[in-house]
């Protein structure tokens, strides 16, 4: 049994050796730059709408309590079914139990990342419904068995002829590897399968306190089609995605779309306040939101690390950072990648056992740089490594700082280690990128320049 | 004790301890985030212009760049009259609507059988349709948006389930931006609200093959918004 | 007035010419350099790696060895950073807090000294040779370090200079993360000399020298047509 660090290591070497895959996503992501920059600078004051919009998140996240009631207490006058779940494993009982009372065969989903986290899919297909993801980008990945590659473009990774080749094995239908004509093979499935689905779940990007409504942000109309057709509509949710006002959204909707595609708005932006409503003849009879803890209420008792419950899951972290660029969503191996992966998993899940994610890092802060509501992404990182090194200190790590201190910053000691290295580089040339090269981590793929023949701190004694 | 309790609970004890605010210069934050103010909103968000003619020409543009089929006519006999050139050019054999004025007198001009939401209606019926024609509640003009709800739209099908969804508004429904568009929206309907409310912009679209964009993912793959 | 110089540890060892270059023109400019024996280190790396008691131990020596300077001039970026924006997350809560706070208004990386503090951009320095620039991020996004560098090399006489698109764009260093994440690392530097090469110059500039040893590293083992040169030594060429 690898674990997640060991794999981690190994799926990162791969990738970031594979071109192929350097290539295919750089292109991705040099479009969007473009884009994104675009969106930006048609704002009168980007930096102004950043600081906004943080603030209202931290108005939000630090009074929690109080939104929540009041967006249960809305959503609940309108006939919706609010639930509570702890845990992961709650949400999952809870929503389970609600399909064994619908006489439920068919489900559709639309994208919901909190889905992943919980690994539903997998739940209700083990109690034997269908699931159909609706998301273009989630029905592919979803028919080529893997998990979604980044939380806005789950199939970014691949091809158009990887998509051909999939649509022709799993659906017998893929008349050419042409994008428009693979959509539409798509959109024909999945239109037979919202007539047929019993229930429909889907995420939410926010949660509006103020009027009790579920606001879903998407560009293919699948969730709307997923909230209007079948019977039962169920949303999953986290709790921290509350927003204080209906009219938060006229900042948020555009931030949340220049970020995360690089549009000035989204197709569709639509609230869901309950189920239907006396006098409506469609939409669903009965309405449930699954409001979901599964350790957010931990992420939220560190003060230090709070705002990272204010992400709006746009993805700009992921599209702006190195490290991602470079190995790509899977190789994180859990829902959340990218910068805000790397900063809440080793929080919501195992320190320890994840903090390989916030060391797997340059520190070089453009996410936090890029991040619309201001998270301090770069330094949360730090924090969690120190967090981690407390709690579970490495202890060849810890010895060589401590003797690091001394001989840093002892001028006679420092002056031996550096004659010391000179003549250690001239019998490093025989071992050098080899295995018993001690620096074989940089020698591998890096030269390294020689010690000086008279240091700065030489020159700085003997000069007049 | 619910669940419900045990979060709450779990939550209030979290927030005992303050977190600090945002910004990178904690020292020139406020001492407390105030919520922005429509007025300030407008200082950050993209500028509008002020004219009614502006924010037409500013809608028009967007609705072009979104690819959204925009026509500004006369009254309504000419929107009626156009919504009949575009059932010729597509050959419309089924049309859905829902009964409000304006679309009662768009469908009569048809002269083709419509089904109407109003009343129960059968979805794989409404699936068969060429086109959903609906009202909405207002045009955006900063984005090129359309405001719908299931009440003012003919429920939450019928604008997303045919091919091609045609919207029918006055000139007045016009408004110039986002925070304009949900004012409107908590003064029609605050007292009660629909369950569903949209804010639509352009036809449906993906980018997940390559990020080639292709339209009509599950949407509509047209939107024409009539405007009198 | 006098000047404070901190030279970290790279810098001593394997570009001494980067901090002679530099005393020589804070000298030229008529300004007394100190350069205090005390630490060789500011104590980033173990602060980066979450040893932040032992990187502690490191800092407060270099805390008490520079009290009392007028201002003090950092050789890089990063260590730059690490003073000035660090030592105050760090120190949080001990009795060395009011030391930290009050050492990071006096904190300058060397081209934000000459621009920001001193005003002076000519240095009458020729260096006629294409060049692009690599925003170190340390400098770039904690120190707001843009445009100073960019003042400098418009005034150096012959240099050009061609912006790469990945100017911003980390280098892959970030210190021990090169050698706990190296197949990472060494993509992110060749991402970054592919950048470089594309804009035909010859040499790569940067103000932080750990940046360029790997980039440097990269270049020299995979034998590109590239150089890799710290600000400083340009604008010491007369």
Known sequence: MTTPAVQFKQDARRLSADLRHRRIIQTAMGNYEVARDQRKAAFQDWQGARQMAAETKWEAVNHLDRHLEEFVRNLEARGAKVHWASTGQQARDLILGILRTKNTRVIVKSKAMTSEEIHLNEAMEQAGYEVVESDLGEFIVQLREEPPYHIVFPAMHLTRDEIKDVFQRKLGDAPSSNPEELTMVARRVLREKYLQADVGITGANFAIAETGMLSITENEGNARLTAALPRTMITLVGIEKVLPRLEDLALFLPMLAAMGTGQAISCYNTLYGGPRQPGETDGPEEYHVVLLDNHRTALLADAEQRDSLHCIRCGACLNVCPIFRNVGGHTYGTTYSGPIGAVITPNLRDLNEWQHLSYASSLCGACSETCPVKINLHHHLLQNRRNASRRKPSWWQKIAFKVFAPVAAKPALWSLVTRMGRLGQKGHRLVKGGRLDPAYAWTKTRDLPPIARQTFKEWWRVRP | ?228 | MKVTLFIPCFIDLFYPQVGVAMVRILEKLGHTVACPEGPACCGQPAFNTGYWEESREVAIKVLESLQGAEVVVIASGSCGAMMKVFYPELFAGTRYEVMARELAPKCYEFSAFLVNKLGVTDLGARFPHKVTFHDGCHGLRELNNKRPPRELMAKVRGLELVEMGAAETCCGFGGTFSAKFPMISTAMGEVKCASALDTSAEYIVSCDSSCLMQLQGLIDRQRKPLKTIHLAEILVQQ
């Not at chain 2, 059932?87 to 409000?100: I, L």
């Not at chain 2, 207002?138 to 299931?150: E, N, R, Y």
């Open chain 2, 1 to 228: 004790m619910s669940e419900r309790d045990n979060i709450l609970a779990r939550i209030r004890e979290a927030l005992a301890v303050p977190a600090p605010m945002p910004g990178r210069d904690h020292d020139a934050a406020r001492s407390r985030p105030v919520l922005p103010t429509t007025a300030d909103q407008r200082r950050v968000l993209p500028a509008v212009g002020k004219s009614f003619d502006e924010q037409l020409a500013l809608f028009r543009k967007n609705a072009a760049d979104l690819r959204a089929d925009f026509r500004f006519v006369q009254d309504l006999d000419a929107l009626a009259a156009e919504l009949k050139r575009i059932c010729a050019a597509e050959n419309w054999q089924r049309v859905a609507s829902h009964g409000k004025e304006l679309t009662g007198a768009a469908c009569r001009a048809l002269g083709l059988p419509v089904l109407l939401t109003d009343q129960a209606f059968d979805k794989r019926e409404l699936a068969r349709c060429d086109v959903g024609i609906s009202e909405c509640d207002a045009l955006v003009a900063q984005t090129g948006s359309v405001v719908i709800t299931s009440r003012s739209a003919g429920g939450r099908a019928l604008s997303v389930l045919p091919p091609h969804h045609v919207v029918v508004a006055r000139r007045e429904q016009l408004v110039p931006d986002l925070p304009a568009a949900f004012a409107l929206l908590k003064s029609k309907y605050g007292a009660s609200y629909p369950s569903m409310i949209s804010i639509t912009t352009g036809p449906s679209r993906t980018g997940d093959i390559e990020r080639i964009l292709v339209l009509g993912a599950h949407g509509p793959k047209k939107l024409t918004i009539l405007c009198f």
